[in-house]
T-cell receptor, first 114, second 115 residues
Framework: GQQLNQSPQSMFIQEGEDVSMNCTSS?????WLWYKQEPGEGPVLLIA?????ELTSNGRLTAQFGITRKDSFLNISASIPSDVGIYFC??????????????FGKGTKLSVKP | GAVVSQHPSWVICKSGTSVKIECRSL??????MFWYRQFPKQSLMLMAT?????????EQGVEKDKFLINHASLTLSTLTVTSAHPEDSSFYIC???????????FGDGTRLSIL
């Protein structure tokens, strides 16, 4: 099925470093979501973006919805070991998918070295 | 808020057995619930969408007679894997929303292993 282009696939960083990941799509979405998944668990919602150009923060996390509504980035500042996991972007609604259904990126696996 | 509970978290059973997985929204009423399947190191793949009181909508390639979905109340949806075989082994995850314009909130998943 349709997927978002998420990059990078994986990141190995030192504790304290900042992290940036992004997603792009050929389709317009009404909503962009960022989730984090840890091994053996379901995804947990981090940030939801509803308006083009919207910049939203959640603690050390910041995400922006692109002006064209076809892309988004997620930044994590001053990473800590518990940031380890797989981060997924997801698009919802608009021309990219039927209402309510999510289209997922392939995920960015983050590893943090203490 | 928006807590989704999934049970069981882990199940091992013999080939040919039917397995039921429950998904509950604990602090909100979920008009719509979604069922996903996730293979190792891959993203979530939508299997079906269920709306309370109506038949589920299955994604292309998903056998509706194999994966039975029931959404009989606003807080509970069940997925039954009928006559499970080793190739059905996977991580199954549900999500729920109070309405389809809201973000999906996910359960913790069920690890299904068929011997």
């Amino acid at each position: 099925g349709q997927q978002l282009n998420q990059s990078p696939q994986s990141m190995f960083i030192q504790e304290g470093e900042d992290v940036s990941m992004n997603c792009t799509s050929s389709s317009i979405f009404n909503t962009w979501l960022w989730y984090k998944q840890e091994p053996g668990e379901g995804p947990v919602l981090l940030i939801a973006l509803y308006k083009a150009g919207e910049l939203t923060s959640n603690g050390r996390l910041t995400a922006q919805f692109g002006i064209t509504r076809k892309d988004s980035f997620l930044n994590i500042s001053a990473s800590i070991p518990s940031d380890v996991g797989i981060y997924f972007c997801a698009g919802q609604g608009g021309y990219g998918g039927s209402q309510g259904n999510l289209i997922f990126g392939k995920g960015t696996k983050l590893s943090v070295k203490p | 808020g928006a807590v989704v509970s999934q049970h069981p978290s882990w199940v091992i059973c013999k080939s040919g057995t039917s397995v039921k997985i429950e998904c509950r929204s604990l602090d909100f009423q979920a008009t719509t619930m979604f069922w996903y399947r996730q293979f190792p190191k891959q993203s979530l793949m939508l299997m079906a969408t269920s709306n309370e009181g109506s038949k589920a909508t299955y994604e292309q390639g998903v056998e509706k007679d194999k994966f039975l979905i029931n959404h009989a109340s606003l807080t509970l949806s069940t997925l039954t894997v009928t006559s499970a075989h080793p190739e059905d082994s996977s991580f199954y995850i549900c999500s729920a929303v109070p309405d389809r314009n809201q973000p999906q909130h996910f359960g913790d998943g069920t690890r299904l292993s068929i011997l």
